[in-house]
C-alpha cells in the first residue's frame, strides 16, 4: 500500500494570516472539495468537552469545517454520543446544554448539535464490521450511520485507557452508542491496588454504575455491576485504580478499530486533528491537566490511521513540559504515551486498523 498523504501547519500566526485562516487553507490542500457535498448531510464527529475542562478544542474550529462544508453544497451538523460515566454529557438534554456551555451553539458555529445516539442513548443501529475479528457488529448511533459523510474533528491528547486519544477513538468510541461503549470496553476494566487505595472515595463519586463500594478504607468493585468504562482509573488522584489484565487496552484498542471501521466503510470521510493542550487524560474529565508537551499544529488526511501515526509522531518528537504530569513519570520508554500510561498500548488501535483495511501507518507529510 502506497503512502498516506498528512497535511500540517503549525500554529505560527503571522499578520493577516490568523489559525483559522490556517485551518481553512490546510482543508482545502487536503484534498476536502474532492468530496461531493451537495445537499449531502454531513456529522462533523467531535468532542464538546466534560464543563469544567478547558483543554477541548475551541468552537471556532468547528465553524471554519461547517463554513466549507456550506459553502460545497452540504448541511453540516456537529454530532457526539452520550457517555456511561457520571458527568453532564450522559443523556441528549444535558450533552446539549454542555455543548452550548463551552461555546457549541448555532451562532458561534453555524450549525447545529444533534446528540448521536438520542434522548438517553438508546438510538441506534448494528453495523455490519467488514473484516472485523473481535465485533461481528457494531452498536453505532443512529443519527451518526444516518449522515451521508462523516468528517473527524479531533483534539489530539493523552488517554488514560488506549494512551492517546485521536481520530479513530473520536470516530470509533465517539460514534458507539450507550450501548456500543459497554461493549468496547467489556473485556476491560479496573482493579483496585490496596496499598495505594486510601478510600477516599473519589473512584465512588464518579462511577455511574454504582459499581464501587469503599469497605474498610479501601475501594471494592462489584465486577458484576462494573461497565469497564475507566473512568475510575482517570479520577484516581492515588494511581490506586488501574487495568484489571495486561491486554486489556490491546483489546479495547483494536474494538475501537472496528468500530472506526463500521462508521466510514461505504461513505466519504474526511479527517482532521488539532495538536495542542495535549493533557494527559481525556476531555472527560471536567477537569484537565497542564499539557504534556508543548502545542504542535494542525493535521488533515483522507486517512484517518496515517493521521493518527503522524500526530503520534510528532507529539513523541516534543519534549517534556517540565510541570507536568509526564515529567513526574519514568521516562523509560520512548513513548510519551505508554510513559503517561504504562499500561496502555496505544498502537494496537493503528496497527489493527491497517490490518482490517481503514488506512495504513505510512505516510507522507507534507507542510504547509
Not at 475510575?232 to 468500530?259: H, Q, R
Amino acid at each position: 500500500m502506497e503512502k498516506s498523504k498528512v497535511y500540517f501547519t503549525d500554529f505560527r500566526a503571522k499578520p493577516g494570516m490568523n489559525l483559522l485562516n490556517k485551518l481553512d487553507r490546510l482543508i482545502r490542500e487536503a484534498g476536502i472539495e474532492k468530496i461531493d457535498f451537495k445537499n449531502k448531510f454531513v456529522a462533523i464527529k467531535m468532542h464538546f468537552g466534560e464543563p469544567g475542562n478547558l483543554a477541548f478544542l475551541r468552537p471556532n474550529y468547528a465553524k471554519v469545517v461547517a463554513d466549507i462544508v456550506k459553502e460545497l453544497g452540504g448541511y453540516p451538523f456537529l454530532t457526539d454520543c452520550n457517555t456511561l460515566y457520571v458527568g453532564r454529557r450522559k443523556n441528549a438534554l444535558e450533552h446539549i446544554d454542555a455543548a452550548y456551555e463551552n461555546g457549541f451553539t448555532p451562532f458561534s458555529t453555524g450549525c447545529n448539535v444533534i446528540i448521536g445516539d438520542g434522548l438517553k442513548g438508546l438510538s441506534e443501529v448494528y453495523v455490519p464490521v467488514r473484516n472485523g475479528e473481535l465485533c461481528e457488529k457494531a452498536i453505532i448511533g443512529k443519527e451518526i450511520m444516518e449522515a451521508d459523510i462523516i468528517i473527524s474533528l479531533t483534539h489530539f491528547k493523552g488517554h488514560e485507557l488506549t494512551g492517546f486519544g485521536g481520530a479513530l477513538k473520536n470516530i470509533g468510541m465517539g460514534s458507539g452508542s450507550r450501548a456500543g461503549k459497554m461493549d468496547m470496553h467489556s473485556s476491560s476494566g479496573p482493579r483496585v491496588r490496596e496499598k495505594k487505595c486510601v478510600g477516599c472515595g473519589t473512584c465512588k463519586k464518579n462511577c455511574a454504575h454504582d459499581a464501587i463500594s469503599i469497605i474498610d478504607k479501601k475501594a471494592v468493585i462489584d465486577k458484576d455491576k462494573c461497565a469497564g468504562c475507566g473512568r475510575c482509573i482517570g479520577s484516581c488522584p492515588f494511581d490506586a485504580m488501574v487495568s484489571v489484565d495486561d491486554n486489556s487496552s490491546e483489546v479495547l484498542n483494536k474494538k475501537i478499530a472496528e468500530y472506526s471501521m463500521a462508521v466510514l466503510d461505504g461513505r466519504p470521510n474526511f479527517h482532521i486533528s488539532i495538536v495542542n493542550n495535549v493533557s494527559p487524560f481525556c476531555d472527560c474529565h471536567s477537569e484537565n491537566d497542564v499539557p504534556i508537551v508543548p502545542d504542535v499544529g494542525m493535521f488533515a488526511s483522507f486517512d484517518p490511521v496515517a493521521l493518527d501515526m503522524a500526530c503520534a509522531d510528532a507529539v513523541n518528537a516534543q519534549p517534556v513540559m517540565p510541570n507536568s504530569m509526564l515529567a513526574d513519570k519514568d521516562q523509560c520508554h520512548h513513548d510519551h504515551f505508554t510513559d503517561a500510561h504504562p499500561v496502555t498500548d496505544w498502537k494496537a488501535c493503528v496497527d489493527h486498523a491497517e490490518k482490517i483495511g481503514i488506512g495504513t501507518k505510512e505516510y507522507e507529510l507534507i507542510k504547509l
